[in-house]
């Protein structure tokens, strides 16, 4: 019994002694792609942003040029409230923009394609439009997600 146990020991250790280099292999190999993939998942997240700061820069020209063609517009140079029917004829063509407006410098909407507004409405009671009012320049407004009444909307402002 002595005899076969030791013989049994010895199979063992010997099996045992085989397989280790391989598990040793195995282990350093899982090691080495959990650090590649780790780089490889950061060097994604990095081109992903790249491309949505991309995105996001053609969106905001694109406003921007948008805004500055509707300034010449006849209807809105003149301060007519009739370029509501210019602007919702371009809207039709754009339905990526939930609303158009045009505010003057006093605050005062001249023409919108929002329904709702008063034909009338001032604009510098909201606070980030009476800023834009203010400094006279392009910019981007505060996101605000959607609600049971409307959309998302991100503002744009010249």
């Known amino acids: 019994m002595v005899a076969r146990s ?85 809207r039709g063509d754009l339905p990526s923009y939930s609303m158009l407006s045009v505010v003057a410098e006093d605050g005062q909407v001249i023409c919108t394609t929002d329904a709702d507004a008063p034909e009338w409405a001032n604009a510098a009671t909201i606070a980030h439009v009476r800023g834009i009012i203010q400094s006279g320049a392009f910019d981007v407004g505060t996101y605000m997600p959607s609600t049971a009444e409307r959309g998302a909307i991100l503002p744009f402002c010249e």
């Open 6 to 90: 030791t013989l049994l020991t010895r199979l063992v250790i010997l099996v045992a002694a085989a397989t280790l280099p391989a598990v040793v292999v195995l282990a350093y190999l899982q090691h080495d792609l959990r650090i590649e993939d780790r780089a490889r998942l950061g060097d994604e997240a990095l081109r992903q942003a790249e491309l949505l700061n991309a995105d996001m820069t053609n969106i905001v020209e694109g406003a921007r040029q948008l805004s500055l063609a509707i300034t010449r517009f006849v209807a809105v140079e003149a301060g007519d409230p009739a370029c509501r029917k210019n602007l919702a004829e371009l």
